[in-house]
């Protein structure tokens, strides 16, 4: 209501003449209003626009000379394409500052958002351009004629590889484990949010896991602690009864060690989350409820649960978006073995790429992964949007 | 006094409810304890295990002083013990380099992912813009959905443009990945900051005379900042431990702390007391951040999940 107030006042203003200024009316739906009053001359609106050209045509001018370089039909250029970058920066810095010349208040309002687009856009979306270019390319680095495009081969490579079918089912596998993960992060959320002493301690505690790098993990506890000969849960196993403990020998053992050690470091990560929703409850619903007699379980599955369903869907999508990315542990402990029963789709890549230097076909399988995400993560959204507050 | 009659006792039901008051005790305790034990016991294992040598690893001892001496041997093959610390030692300079490298990309990236991030959370927060035919849910949701790329569709793209670029091995490329990869989670966390502050105080700013830069610096800067240290901090953990982008885009100059410490892994064996220095090496700063600054981390990840 106050923006429409503020509206009828500009244009009243507008109405009455009483200056020569164009009163700008700020964009519909703003926030923060503000009237502007720019009083821009044609000189520089000309001003700003050229030197976007002026810069625009010069990357242009560069980086087309710099192709013809490449492909051999001139003679000189430079050695590497670094010169179109700084052009392109040149062109990215002459685009805001154009935004303030020439569209005075306005453009100081798009400055705020431009830089971080244009970083996002110049490095994701053409980067993604060319990569959709090279996964249809025979291309292998280990060849000497560089890469020839090979149309619908990757593809029907790809439907006969047995390894990245048996990776995306491992993916199924890991995305499952999330819900176990989620349980405990709740227990461990309720566990903090009850009445204790020291919870100070016990949060950082076991907030610790988080902060250490996945191969220092794998290292720590996959190639240590689970060394089959001195490792300190070998020793426990056959303390335990357990006569020859191999963790990574059969591939549910090996997936269920990844997933366990993957779960160790990314508990926390839910925990908190949770944790921050536990303590976010309004507390006369709970104590209602202890009045109305209702036993703690009750309580918990009648009033805790359904209130903390928003975040725990978020918490939940969230951690699914990071364990679609799960690598680092797989290929340092490993190395998606035994038969590829470990293998994630990144790592399995990872390995393409690596140890069969296999660029065209290994970027068409992340291309591939990449459709597939979106279209999961899409479905997953509208399934679960409605019990999600919106992100708006 | 024993043999005062007592007068009043506890009803039945008051000691059936003292015991259970006391073993849900116990069990909150007893379950905080195990998995505290959990959590810490692996880098217990990893810095004792730094401090040993091999008959002690071979023998399974846990506890300094008391079944094992402990040595410096694996500190000194990092070149970081006290005896061999004025010396010079290669193995140390690497690790320094590699420590070094760690350090500048992710704080930098860190830093220019907070800064953009903000810039533009607060854009989206306060502003209604128009690209075409993108609305603001479209622009947040466009920054949003990066969170979603995996790494690998990036990686041989970035490499052949790096390449091309002459960016392959350098600190510059990884800085710039590996603000692309935090960016959208700073503006995550940054979109609520800014939506949990009032708007009044820049329109009373403006009505004193302030641009909207000049309001955004002056007044809404200062009380975003917990906020942005979070944002900051989280990030920090992100970069410091990216091993994926390092691992292929870096050879020599630009390697990471990660890349050295997964190189190392295979090639140790029983070596364990050297690996466990260096894994403990590369582990202990942000487990000392974790420490000090746990409030943030909190916040940081707090943020988003409630509203």
């Known amino acids: 209501m106050r923006g429409f107030d503020r509206r009828a006042e500009i244009l009243w203003l507008n109405r009455s003449h009483r200056s020569g200024y164009r009163y700008v009316m700020s964009t519909q739906g703003d926030l923060l209003h503000t009237v502007t009053s720019d009083n821009i001359s044609p000189q520089r609106i000309r001003a700003g626009r050229m030197m976007v050209w002026v810069a625009g045509l010069g990357f242009l001018a560069i980086a087309a000379w710099q192709a013809l370089y490449t492909f051999d039909r001139v003679s000189w250029g430079f050695d590497t394409w670094r010169p179109v970058l700084f052009a392109y920066l040149v062109w990215a810095t002459a685009l805001c500052g154009a935004q303030v010349i020439v569209r005075g208040e306005e453009g100081k309002r798009t400055l705020f958002i431009l830089p971080a687009v244009l970083f996002v856009v110049s490095l994701v979306v053409f980067p993604l351009l060319f990569g959709l270019y090279i996964s249809f390319t025979d291309w292998n680095l280990a060849s000497q004629d560089g890469m020839k495009p090979n149309g619908l081969n990757n593809l029907r490579q790809m439907w006969n590889d047995a390894f990245f079918w048996n990776a995306l089912k491992n993916m199924v596998y890991y995305v499952l484990a999330v819900f176990v993960e989620y349980a405990i992060a709740f227990g461990l959320a309720l566990l903090l949010n009850a009445q204790i002493r020291a919870r100070k301690f016990f949060r950082v505690v076991f907030l610790l896991p988080l902060m250490l790098s996945p191969v220092a993990v794998s290292w720590m506890i996959g190639k240590s602690m689970m060394e089959i000969r001195f490792g300190p849960l070998a020793r426990l196993a056959r303390e335990l009864g357990w006569d020859r403990p191999s963790f990574f020998g059969t591939p549910e053992m090996a997936r269920f060690m990844i997933m366990a050690m993957d779960a160790w470091t990314f508990i926390p990560f839910m925990m908190i989350m949770l944790l921050a ?104 959204l509208k399934f679960v949007s409605r019990f999600m507050e919106r992100p708006q | 006094m024993t043999d005062t009659p007592q007068i009043f006792h506890d009803a039945g039901t008051d000691r059936t409810h003292r015991a259970k008051w006391w073993s849900s005790r116990i069990a909150i305790y007893g379950a905080l304890t195990l998995w505290a034990i959990i959590c810490i016991f692996p880098i217990y294992w990893t810095v004792t295990t730094s401090f040993k040598l091999a008959p002690d690893v071979m023998k399974g001892n846990m506890v300094p002083w008391w079944d094992y001496t402990p040595r410096w041997k694996g500190w000194q093959s990092l070149g970081l013990s006290p005896d061999v610390i004025f010396q010079t030692s290669t193995v140390r300079e690497e690790f320094l380099k590699r420590f070094w490298n760690s350090l500048i990309t992710s704080v930098t990236s860190s830093g220019l992912a907070v800064v953009l991030g903000s810039l533009a959370a607060y854009g989206l927060s306060r502003f209604s813009y128009r690209f075409g035919f993108m609305r603001n849910s479209d622009i947040s949701f466009f920054f949003l959905s990066q969170m979603i790329l995996p790494p690998v569709v990036l990686a041989l793209p970035f490499l052949v443009l790096y390449k091309s670029l002459a960016l392959l091995d350098t600190r510059v490329g990884l800085i710039l990945l590996y603000t692309l990869m935090v960016l959208p989670i700073v503006i995550w966390i940054m979109r609520d900051q800014f939506a949990g502050i009032p708007v009044e105080l820049e329109e009373a700013a403006l009505v004193d005379g302030l641009g909207i830069w000049g309001a955004f610096f002056q007044i809404v800067l200062p009380i975003a900042l917990p906020g942005m240290v979070a944002a900051f901090i989280l990030s920090l953990v992100l970069t410091w431990n990216e091993y994926f982008f390092a691992a292929l885009l870096t050879s020599t100059d630009a390697k990471t702390l990660p890349v050295m410490v997964a190189s190392q892994t295979g090639s140790q064996g029983i070596n364990w007391w050297s690996m466990a220095a260096l894994s403990g090496a590369a582990i202990l700063p942000l487990v000392v951040v974790a420490i000090l600054l746990e409030k943030y981390i909190i916040k940081g990840m707090a943020a988003g999940a409630v509203k």
């Open chain 1, 277 to 380: 929703g536990l303590q976010a409850l309004p507390k006369e619903v709970i104590e209602a409820s202890k009045v109305d007699g209702a036993t703690p379980w009750q309580s918990f599955w009648e009033v805790i649960f359904p209130l903390m369903l928003p975040v725990s869907v978020t918490a939940i999508v969230i951690r699914i978006i990071f364990k679609l990315k799960l690598a680092d542990i797989i290929i340092n402990v490993t190395s998606g073995g035994p038969g590829g029963a470990t293998d994630s789709v990144t790592s399995f890549i990872f390995r393409e790429y690596r140890d069969r230097s296999n660029v065209g076909y290994g970027t068409l399988l992340a291309m591939v992964y990449l459709v597939l995400i979106v279209i999961f993560i899409t479905v997953l």
